[in-house]
């Protein structure tokens, strides 16, 4: 966490696999969840699930006195994408079974991963089950089979007071 009134780091845009250690998507936004599958005629087996976020680059101490919340955030829309998914299973717990609920984005809470023992899908590399856990919904969470990820920013981050970035935010083109 820096202070408001320091310098930011500068962000790469792209990230993989040997970053895990160091990234932390705890709080990020998932607002929108696609599938990549190949083309298994043409012998493509091939499958990506990717994650749209507004994934929150930093988290940064307000100076005294600045609104009351104490902390700010810097959020970029970005695209995580898992590669090579097998066994995708997605649990979002409803709140209610009246279908008068909107859709809202996903909050994620965690991301692990642990190595996939006697795995037959990329015998050349580690292969991994992940499970990314969700604070909203309350007990939601996604599982899969993957050997890596790539996460690109799709722009620079913004200065915030909140975690995540309005839709005009995430859609604009910066200058």
Same mark, same amino acid.
């Given at each position: 966490?820096?202070?408001?009134?320091?310098?930011?780091?500068?962000?790469?845009?792209?990230?993989?696999?040997?970053?895990?250690?160091?990234?932390?998507?705890?709080?990020?936004?998932?607002?929108?969840?696609?599938?990549?599958?190949?083309?298994?005629?043409?012998?493509?087996?091939?499958?990506?699930? $990717?994650?749209?976020?507004?994934?929150?680059?930093? !988290?940064?101490? @307000?100076?005294?006195?600045?609104? =009351?919340?104490? #902390? &700010? +955030?810097?959020?970029?829309?970005?695209?995580?994408?898992?590669?090579?998914?097998?066994?995708?299973?997605?649990?979002?717990?409803?709140?209610?079974?009246?279908?008068?609920?909107?859709?809202?984005?996903?909050?994620?809470?965690?991301?692990?991963?642990?190595?996939?023992?006697?795995?037959? $899908?990329?015998?050349?590399?580690?292969?991994?089950? !992940?499970?990314? @856990?969700?604070?909203?919904?309350? =007990?939601?969470? #996604? &599982? +899969?089979?993957?050997?890596?990820?790539?996460?690109?920013?799709?722009?620079?981050?913004?200065?915030?007071?909140?975690?995540?970035?309005?839709?005009?935010?995430?859609?604009?083109?910066?200058?």
């Amino acid at each position: 966490m820096t202070e408001a009134g320091e310098t930011s780091m500068q962000h790469r845009r792209e990230y993989d696999e040997r970053d895990f250690e160091t990234l932390s998507w705890h709080d990020d936004s998932v607002y929108g969840l696609r599938l990549r599958v190949g083309d298994p005629e043409a012998g493509d087996w091939t499958s990506d699930l $990717v994650l749209d976020l507004d994934h929150i680059v930093e !988290w940064v101490r @307000a100076p005294d006195g600045d609104d =009351g919340h104490g #902390i &700010r +955030f810097r959020v970029a829309p970005a695209e995580l994408v898992f590669h090579g998914v097998t066994d995708l299973s997605v649990d979002l717990p409803s709140r209610t079974e009246g279908m008068q609920v909107a859709l809202s984005a996903l909050m994620v809470d965690g991301v692990e991963r642990a190595p996939v023992e006697d795995q037959r $899908v990329y015998l050349d590399r580690t292969y991994y089950a !992940w499970r990314i @856990a969700l604070n909203d919904p309350s =007990g939601g969470l #996604i &599982r +899969f089979g993957a050997v890596g990820f790539t996460m690109r920013l799709l722009r620079e981050p913004l200065l915030l007071d909140r975690q995540h970035l309005t839709r005009a935010e995430r859609e604009s083109r910066p200058e």
